[in-house]
């Protein structure tokens, strides 16, 4: 390609580029027992980002797609950047957002290209269309371009599929969550990538998956069980092969490759690739009673907090309300833990967020200064395990209005900016609530810092996380209780009525060994 730009007399050339590349994103973690919509607009501010705003806005980022973004750009590639859009995890994606993402994509493809680049999640479902959001999209671009090499990232909560897998060329995931190796995952994907363009290797994949719908909470890479998974895949890729991967997989989704599962990536060898991911998945199974979380009542958690917050250390303790978490796609609007908290005279406490669109605009409209009653959070009720919303009453002082943006600077999602909607702080005087218009994982001391509020100076503070927390919050506090909450984020399987996935499956039912 050559063409020029007039610079005086003078004609500057462009630059020449040696290879057309399409990265693309489109990331988003369905829990199909979640209320909570999916449209266009959840993937942004507005919805996401496209074309050369895409490429100005992920590069940089400690994501999937900013480490495809550098490989590109160390390669000397063009870069082509259809659409970027990250959702916070919901309901089912609306039909027509994922149409779009598909037709953005597909079209770019379409146009040519040497190789594609896609940071997906894996446990995307999509109303009206597919349960496999992103094996239904690989099956759109492989037809477009059938020997075009497609590298693909996926979340280590992906509930990987065959179709997925086939329809790619290589695929690599996270090996840490809290997920603070996204980079690493678009970086090794990408570098294969560009190894088998030039001809040094020829990647080849194993897939496997177990009758086990492990829970999140018993997904920390640091801890057992899940440590010994993931250090099975860094063995391997020690041991040479090109990549490897324990997927943990994401239970709150009724469709039928829920579970866990493991892809290795190898050099021509088919049989050592699969060889490896039997035994990787082997290993899991073995260790499958340890992947499911055994709680603590409510009552009794509230209370030990309490307690530990009268021991010697600086810090809060964190309460972690588990079950409403939205980066498990929960409502991020239940007031048990708050309620029980109070109940048993915790002071000091720092909240949120908590998502209620309703009582910002209360506290919006009152002004800064304003004393108002509301009944907080409660709005959506949750017909899938069958509870309604339950108001909380309080009374406070609005502290403090924002627009709710703010950039990540912590070790997960780095360089990521967040949209919280109009956010506002309701101080009732034993708490500082932090209360926004749109459900946000608290990944970053930002949740509360950008409102306001110091985190670190609090003596309590109830978090809707459930792992997030640890890399961002766990250093600056004193303890941390799980606090067993309700919410479609619930780690008890018992509420949830399975329909779609395959059986049997642990520990839905008895599986033999």
Not at 88 to 93: A, D, E, K, L, Y
Not at 173 to 189: C, F
Not at 198 to 220: D, H, S, Y
Request: proline share 6%; glycine share 10%.
């Amino acid at each position: 390609m050559k063409s020029g730009r007039a610079s005086g007399f003078e004609t500057t050339p462009e630059p020449t580029f040696t290879m057309r590349l399409v990265i693309a994103q489109m990331q988003h973690e369905t829990n199909t027992f979640s209320p909570v919509p999916t449209p266009w607009e959840a993937f942004g501010r507005d919805g996401p980002y496209l074309g050369v705003a895409a490429l100005a806005a992920m590069r940089g980022t400690r994501t999937a797609i900013g480490g495809f973004i550098d490989v590109a750009l160390d390669a000397g590639a063009q870069i082509v950047t259809p659409i970027a859009g990250f959702a916070s995890p919901s309901g089912p994606v609306d039909g027509k957002a994922w149409d779009g993402f598909c037709e953005r994509i597909c079209d770019a493809v379409a146009d040519g290209c040497d190789a594609v680049m896609l940071d997906l999640h894996g446990a995307m479902v999509v109303a009206d269309r597919t349960d496999d959001g992103e094996g239904a999209l690989l099956e759109k671009v492989r037809r477009i371009a059938p020997h075009t090499p497609i590298a693909v990232s996926l979340d280590l909560h992906a509930n990987v599929s065959e179709s997925l897998v086939r329809h790619c060329d290589i695929l690599t995931g996270y090996k840490t969550y809290p997920h603070v190796d996204m980079y690493q995952s678009g970086a090794l994907a990408g570098s294969i990538l560009m190894r088998m363009l030039a001809g040094e290797v020829k990647p080849v994949m194993a897939f496997g998956q177990r009758p086990l719908l492990a829970q999140t909470l018993c997904m920390n890479t640091d801890e057992q069980p899940m440590k010994a998974f993931v250090d099975a895949a860094r063995a391997a890729e020690r041991e040479g092969l090109l990549a490897a991967t324990a997927f943990g997989g994401f239970p709150a989704a009724d469709i039928r490759d829920a579970g866990i599962s493991a892809v290795v990536v190898a050099d021509g060898d088919t049989a050592h690739a699969r060889a490896v991911c039997d035994a990787m998945l082997d290993g899991a199974w073995r260790d499958r009673d340890a992947f499911i979380y055994q709680g603590t009542p409510l009552v009794a958690a509230i209370a030990r907090a309490r307690m530990l917050a009268d021991q010697p250390g600086a810090g809060p303790v964190l309460l972690c309300d588990h079950a409403d978490n939205c980066a498990s796609g929960a409502t991020q609007d239940t007031m048990h833990v708050l309620r029980e908290a109070l109940a048993q005279g915790l002071t000091g406490i720092g909240v949120g967020p908590i998502r209620d669109p309703e009582t910002v605009d209360q506290c919006v409209r009152a002004g800064v200064g304003a004393t108002v009653a509301v009944r907080l959070g409660g709005k959506m009720d949750m017909p899938q395990i069958g509870r309604r919303g339950e108001p909380l009453a309080l009374t406070g002082v609005v502290r403090t209005v924002t627009d709710g943006e703010y950039t990540i600077t912590g070790p997960q999602f780095t360089g990521m900016r967040c949209f919280m909607g109009r956010t506002v702080v309701l101080d009732t005087g034993t708490a500082e609530i932090v209360i926004t218009e749109r459900n946000q994982e608290p990944w970053d001391r930002g949740v509360f810092t950008s409102a306001g509020i110091d985190p670190a100076r609090k003596r309590f503070l109830l978090l809707k996380s459930r792992m997030y927390y640890r890399p961002v919050f766990l250093p600056i506090a004193k303890a941390a209780v799980l606090c067993d909450g309700v919410g479609v984020g619930s780690s008890d399987n018992a509420i949830f009525d399975f329909r779609k996935v395959r059986r049997p499956m642990f520990p839905l039912d008895a599986v033999p060994a």
